[in-house]
């Protein structure tokens, strides 16, 4: 059987708006603001922030990541994927590049988008 699921928005296009104001006009502004369809964002932080890593190092960061959440130690995703051993290490460290080709091969093995490793 079927059933009727919630769909998302598909808006392509937001905006971000900071203002300056009076204090104590803030959750009067937040509620006004709200109910126009905004979402106050002011207490999140920005991923960059907390993930300070530079956009050489994401990618070997990612593969780190990835093959630490699957428990794999480097030879074993290298038996998994071909790519040696050291290659993957030099990846990791952000002194080899990741091709597509080799992303492809680690995002099959390692059950994620290739894309991440990109």
Known sequence: ???????????????????????????QAVRTLGSMGFVDISDEV???ECFPYTDEQLPGVSL??????EGLTQRELSKLTGIPQRH???MENGKRPIGKETAKKLGKALDISYKVFL
């Open 46 to 48: 920005p991923w960059r």
């Open 1 to 27: 059987m079927q059933v009727l699921t919630k769909k998302h928005r598909t808006e392509t296009e937001t905006i971000e708006l900071r203002f300056l104001g009076p204090k104590k006009k803030r959750k």
């Open 88 to 90: 993957i290490s030099e």
């Open 64 to 69: 780190s990541g990835a093959r630490g959440k």
